[in-house]
């Protein structure tokens, strides 16, 4: 679907084989006040569909149009606080979202876990649910911290199918039926087992993302924001359906993003067929909310309808329940004194936003006495999620070669270790997109120093783009001087990432050049360490001899600099 491109076989394609997407107090309660307890959305005898319906009758028009944006207005007469709908969590808590903010309260940093690629090649249900668990229970005491809000855009289920795209670090992979695995652990890791099911009480909402068929950001002259995915009956239900179809019915997901793209001609989040089915035949209980500004484009970049107000009137009409952005905010009005929508197109949205926040505790009178509304600061950076993120590192790197048994190191046989590469003292290489704050970013660098006292290290290139061969001579001189050298070479965000896929599959720039002139000075053969989310074609190292190990690191996370000198020393075997 995405424009042509020669399916090489991949050293890496094992590996594969694994938009930006406003703010008020996000911990605030509606019903606290005496006056507020009299109405009956607050009456927490009453079932959740009855309160929300009962809070929708007393809106008047334009507070319900406030509600229409991920920065949704209070309502003040009511006691209705405001809400931000909009927080992220991928592989921990992240601030690309207004939701989240490291700045406003005590808690100024989150445990950084792999990107999700790398926990997604261990392969094991347990460790990613695990991993959602702990996420959930940084972004609960973050809340409770009056941090971060309740409704997190997570987990990116998109099919990897193209290895250039720039976003495929965040999703688990190119195989349909693993990312509707990791979909279900993350989901039900992140919601919580609480109350009664699929329209019972949550710890949390997750949100499958993005519906549907996106895989591309800018390439050429293709955009997501305007790339028509010609999907045929086939492929959508073996390839694009299966992880969102568990992602709901299994995972029972409270959320689901329609994408910027369009899907067989019509925009995702005005595919009133596709949007349909999910609640009619997947049992979604939730609400459906765009990419950001994925409203605003269907006239104005996709001329798919003849004005704003058209486009009001097809996504609400088509299911979709709020938009990210201003779009609804704007032009709702005026599409309801066009007559393109009645007030009644509104309620429904209303009723789903209303009911996944009740479902989430927001409407209580009192704080409930759970075992997550006690969370607070000291639940998050503890040194158990730091160790389940050094144990997601450990299962996820993969050995892709190691000539005659070269690794493990023996600690007593290297006295001076070095390392190359420009990200080798790069903490914010580490995480990939979507990070946060780390609690405490472990270098390769540094993690190395723990083991080997004297390590040195060169960055042979600037950067990861390598434009230069500058740092070169500088670079041969520590790596001729070492024991054991180590080659970090591939990706960070530079190259692949939001709004940025790659052009080719090889190592960017000179870095290949800088390996091969490492590989040829040193004393023994070198150990190549590859970072990154996408594919990386290192053909040339596999039957290079001075190349004696290759390892994958993805984006290893905040811990992923002290995880790789204990793989490099045996003490953990990812050939295992
Ligand atoms: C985060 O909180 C700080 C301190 O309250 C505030 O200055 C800043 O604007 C907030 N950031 C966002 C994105 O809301
Ligand atoms: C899966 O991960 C869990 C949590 O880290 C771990 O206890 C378990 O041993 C792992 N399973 C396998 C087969 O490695
Ligand atoms: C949509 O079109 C407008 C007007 O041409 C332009 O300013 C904007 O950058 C476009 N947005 C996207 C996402 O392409
Ligand atoms: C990419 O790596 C370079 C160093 O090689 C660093 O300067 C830059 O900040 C990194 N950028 C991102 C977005 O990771
Ligand atoms: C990388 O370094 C080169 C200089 O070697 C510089 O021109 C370029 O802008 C840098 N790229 C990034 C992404 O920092």
């Given amino acids: ?75 003040p007469r009511l006691g209705v606080p405001p809400y931000e709908w909009w927080s992220e969590s991928l592989h921990g808590l992240a601030d690309n979202g207004p939701g989240v903010n490291f700045s406003s309260g005590p808690v100024a940093a989150a445990t950084i876990f792999p990107q999700v690629i790398l926990s997604a090649a261990a392969f094991n249900r347990s460790l990613w649910r695990a991993v959602a668990e702990a996420v ?39 195989d349909p039926a693993m990312i509707a695995a990791y979909s279900v652990e993350y989901v039900k890791g992140f919601q919580g087992e609480y109350g009664d099911g699929r329209e019972g009480r949550m710890m949390l909402s997750a949100c499958c993302k993005h519906y549907i068929a996106y895989d591309l950001e800018k390439w050429g002259k293709f955009a997501r924001y305007t790339f028509n995915a010609e999907v045929n009956a086939q492929d959508f239900e073996d390839t694009y359906e299966p992880p969102f179809k568990s992602c709901i019915q299994e995972g029972r997901a409270s959320c689901l993003m329609c ?139 993969v050995l892709l070669k190691n000539d005659n048994s070269f690794l493990p190191l023996k600690r007593s046989e290297v006295s001076h270790i070095a390392i190359i590469g420009a990200a080798a003292n790069d903490a914010y290489i580490m995480g990939g997109d979507y990070t946060g704050v780390p609690c405490d970013p472990i270098t390769f660098l540094k993690g190395m120093q723990a083991f080997v006292p004297q390590t040195t290290v060169a960055g042979g290139c600037k950067n990861v783009s390598c434009d230069s061969t500058d740092g070169f001579g500088e670079a041969i001189e520590v790596a001729k001087r070492a024991d054991i050298v180590v080659v970090i070479a591939g990706l960070n965000l530079t190259q692949e990432t939001e709004d940025l ?76």
Avoid at 356 to 375: I, M
């Fill in 259 to 397: 994408s910027y793209n369009q899907v067989n001609g019509v925009p995702a989040c005005a595919h009133k067929d596709l949007l349909q089915k999910i609640r009619d035949e997947w049992g979604f209980k939730g609400y459906i909310v765009s990419d950001c500004d994925a409203v605003a484009i269907i006239h104005e970049n996709q001329t798919y309808t003849s004005s704003d107000e058209d486009s009001v009137a097809i996504v609400l009409k088509a299911g979709m329940d709020v938009n990210c952005g201003s779009f609804l905010i704007r032009h709702t009005k005026s599409a309801i004194e066009k007559g393109k929508i009645q007030e009644e197109d509104i309620n429904h949205a209303l009723y789903n936003l209303f009911s996944v926040q009740l479902r989430l505790g927001l409407f209580e009178k009192t704080s409930e006495n759970q075992w997550f509304t006690r969370l607070g600061p000291s639940n998050v950076c503890t040194k158990e999620h730091r160790e389940l993120a050094a144990e997601a590192v450990r299962q996820g790197t």
């Fill in 136 to 174: 959930a229970v940084e972004a609960r005491a973050m809340h409770n911290a009056g941090q971060a809000g309740l409704t997190y855009w997570a987990p990116n289920i998109n099919v990897f199918r193209d290895p250039r795209w720039g976003r495929g670090q965040e999703t688990p992979g190119e």
């Fill in 1 to 75: 679907m995405a424009p042509p491109f020669p399916l090489i076989l991949l050293l890496l394609v094992a590996v594969a084989g694994a938009g930006a997407d406003a703010a008020a107090p996000p911990n605030g309660h509606a019903c606290a006040s005496a006056e507020a307890n009299s109405y009956a959305f607050c009456d927490a005898s009453l079932p959740f569909p009855v309160r929300a319906r009962a809070l929708v009758s007393l809106l008047t028009l334009d507070e319900k149009i406030a509600q229409l944006s991920n920065t949704a207005a209070g309502v």
């Fill in 501 to 576: 896929d790659r052009v080719t599959l090889l190592l960017p720039g000179k870095q290949q050049d800088l390996v091969n002139i490492i590989a040829s000075v040193t004393k023994k053969p070198i150990v190549l360490v590859i970072t990154g989310g996408g594919p990386v074609d290192v053909s040339f190292a596999k039957q290079d001899p001075r190349i004696a190990s290759v390892l994958w690191i993805g984006y290893p996370g905040e811990v992923g600099g002290q995880v790789l000198p204990e793989i490099l020393f045996g003490e953990y075997n990812p050939g295992e």
